[in-house]
């Protein structure tokens, strides 16, 4: 082969084709979806994150949860993703709407999360679960995130949302752990995540 | 051989500077001294990133399994040491090295001198500050969770305006080359140069600086993810290996046909492949497909260039005893088609629905990226850097070292964390087993990855000795590297085939 000129048309044109085929194509088929109503709530479907949530959604981010985490449900019969519990129906697009970026995830060191909220509506399991895995779930390989919390002594009164620490997890006599902001925000977002809504192109069960 | 008459059969199956006239010896050597700058400053910052990198590989390692250790510095969680370790081997380590080898590639076959040595050394920089930002970036919490695509976005933009700097030279190198006639390294090479910038800028545009909406950024991120494998350290991986296995061993590539057909196959398939990593997830059904046929179609491009490597070795595998380079790029060839091969499989749906989401994944990523490209790019830089350097490797028992700790440790993680990955995957879809035990079960298999990484952080560190130690000896007149027969083959392979043409 020596015609440089033609080996680059053929160089362009290859790539050309997936990048219109796999990116701009998809992004004129579901780039412009909308949310939709849901009958029985007579509410739009998705929601945005805000607030309190949508910053736990940065912390989310920035600290990498995805590499351990997906936020995906598989389908009936591929997998046993409803079975086990993560969701009532597949995910489908329609669900990532607002999300930027989409935490999809290719990786399940543990378990999925699109649902995490409806599972474990408890913030003080959260919270006991973010300071230290140990403490729920023994033997867990999560990381703690006690960077999210702050040691400190206990003043005049114990403030009101120290956790509740016992056994081998209990602080020295005389200090507390409480969550600052940031864990606080971290679980509010971990609470919203709830993908349960019946779709009409994802009905339950399925 | 002149560059006036038409090439033979011959010459368009041979790495073109088998020739030992003295014209063609003072030109080879005038090649090495433009490429010696900046081949070799490439060549040692992407060695400091692999040196920075190995020690975040082993950091996120051990954190996989002993989850407690240095987990209070917010900096150093296990979700950012983890990005911070892929995005310095991908970034400073992989491209950097194989943006050097590239340009001497270039200008080797293309028989031109590389311009503007000293300008490319400052993009160089360039390049290096933006990794350096990048990966601080990520460490101090502002990666941006699109895997292969953390660096956040400011550093993105230096990245990128680097790599056109550099980038640039070595395709005017190619465009400019002396040589009209073109080998199969080349046709790599072009397209690797040309596709990485389109990818890195059309993936940061549409993911990080203005994100398309929902689920299409995963088909974006996995568009550009895949092929930064695969029309990026792909290309250039087998455009070394089809430059250095005839040329090592002295005897023209198997077949010119099967070189175009991997070519064009490659080409066309491994770029549509990439949404496979979405099996199952919340996407058109025809885009997986679409993808799934694909890496189905990949088989054709990865067992023409097997069988094309792989036979033009047959009868010379006694030489990987005496050439390092040969044992690297032998190695890494071996790893290419197992790695594709199974990387096709993996798209296969009832595997998928197993090996997704689990170790297996990550085994096969490692098999890809070290096995095969990284052992390529060591390959090559045994055969340049004596030759830019003007010294002989001072110890061949620490590259002895280097091959046994890097090809038994990366095999030593492999093997067992692929197996890890299929146990955790069918428990992990069978309902009844609690969760906590996937989690319990997988845990003897990464304590054995931290083992193999420890073994390899061993090889990496002496072949930075032997970097290190090449550089700082007196130089002597030039001479072939003695101690590897390699060099004394290529040569007498080179006087024979200029008696031939």
Not at chain 1, 117 to 128: A, F, N
Request: with cysteine; net charge positive; aromatic share 14%.
């Amino acid at each position: 082969m020596k015609y440089g000129p033609l080996l680059f048309l053929g160089i362009f044109l290859t790539l050309a084709s997936s990048w219109v085929g796999l990116t701009v194509i998809p992004q004129m088929q579901f780039g412009g979806l909308q949310t939709t109503k849901i009958e029985e709530t007579g509410r739009d479907y998705p929601l945005n994150t805000w607030g309190a949530a949508s910053k736990g959604r940065e912390l989310y981010r920035a600290n990498g949860c995805i590499y351990c985490h997906s936020q995906q449900v598989r389908p009936q019969g591929f997998g046993a993703d409803i079975e086990r519990g993560w969701g009532t129906r597949r995910s489908v697009s329609r669900d990532y709407l607002y999300d930027k970026p989409v935490f999809l995830g290719t990786m399940r060191t543990g378990p999925d999360l699109t649902n995490i909220g409806q599972r474990q509506p408890s913030v003080d399991w959260h919270l006991s679960h973010l300071y230290d895995p140990q403490i729920t779930s023994k033997g867990s390989t999560m990381p703690p995130y006690r960077f999210l919390f702050e040691q400190r002594k206990i003043g005049a009164k114990p403030s009101p949302d120290a956790l509740k620490l016992t056994g081998e997890f209990a602080t020295p006599p005389g200090y507390e752990i409480v969550p600052t902001e940031n864990a606080k925000d971290l679980v509010a977002y971990l609470l919203s995540l709830r993908a349960d809504a019946a779709l009409l192109e994802a009905p339950l069960g399925k | 051989m002149n560059s006036q008459s038409s090439p033979s059969l011959r010459q368009a199956l041979t790495p073109s500077d088998n020739d030992s006239s003295p014209e063609r010896k003072a030109l080879l050597a005038e090649i090495d001294a433009s490429c010696r700058r900046p081949v070799l400053f490439m060549f040692a910052n992407g060695l400091l990133w692999l040196m920075a990198g190995t020690a975040l590989a082993l950091l996120t390692s051990y954190k996989m399994h002993s989850p407690n250790f240095l987990a209070d510095w917010s900096w150093l969680t296990f979700g950012r040491v983890r990005p911070a370790h892929l995005n310095t081997m991908v970034y400073g380590f992989a491209s950097q090295v194989a943006i050097g080898v590239a340009i001497w590639l270039m200008c080797r076959l293309g028989r031109v001198p590389f311009m503007q040595g000293g300008l490319v050394v400052g993009a160089t920089i360039f390049w290096n500050i933006g990794v350096t930002v990048g990966i601080v970036g990520i460490l101090a919490g502002d990666s941006t969770s699109i895997e292969w695509l953390e660096m956040p976005g400011y550093a993105a933009y230096i990245l990128f305006i680097a790599y056109a700097l550099i980038a640039i030279w070595a395709i005017i190198a190619f465009r400019f080359r002396r040589e009209r006639h073109l080998y199969v390294s080349q046709w790599y090479l072009l397209a690797a140069l040309f596709w990485f910038p389109w990818l890195y800028s059309a993936a940061n545009m549409m993911l990080v600086i203005d994100p398309v909406r929902g689920t299409v950024q995963g088909a974006v991120n996995w568009w550009f993810a895949h092929n930064v494998l695969g029309l990026w350290f792909t290309p250039i991986g087998l455009a070394a290996i089809y430059y250095f296995i005839p040329k090592v061993i002295g005897r023209p590539i198997h077949s010119y046909f099967l070189s175009t057909l991997g070519f064009w196959s490659l080409a066309l398939f491994y770029n549509w492949a990439g949404i496979h990593h979405l099996i199952g997830g919340p996407m058109p059904a025809w885009l997986i497909t679409v993808s799934v046929v694909a890496s189905m179609m990949m088989i054709i491009p990865v067992v023409t260039v097997a069988i094309n490597h792989h036979m033009t070795m047959v009868g010379h595998f006694k030489k990987l005893k005496y050439s390092p380079t040969l044992r690297f790029i032998v190695f890494g060839a071996m790893s290419y088609t197992v790695v594709s091969l199974q990387g096709s499989s993996m798209a296969i749906r009832s595997l998928n629905e197993v090996t997704h989401f689990t170790h297996y994944t990550i085994a096969h990523a490692h098999l890809g990226v070290y096995a095969f490209f990284t052992m390529v790019m060591f390959g090559s830089m045994y055969y340049i850097v004596p030759r830019l350097a003007l010294r002989e490797w001072p110890s061949a028992r620490l590259i002895s070292i280097h091959f046994w700790t890097t090809a038994l440790g990366i095999l030593l993680y492999v093997v067992p964390l692929s197996v890890g990955g299929v146990l955790q995957g069918l428990a992990m879809n069978n309902p009844d087993i609690p969760f906590l035990k996937t989690v319990e079960l997988t845990k003897p298999y990464l304590v054995t990855r931290t083992f193999a990484g420890i073994l390899m952080t061993v090889g990496h560190t002496v072949f930075a000795v032997n970097f290190v130690w090449i550089l700082a000896r007196r130089r002597k007149a030039y001479q072939p590297p003695v101690p590897f027969i390699a060099a004394g083959l290529q040569q007498e392979a080179g006087a024979q085939l200029g008696k031939d043409i």
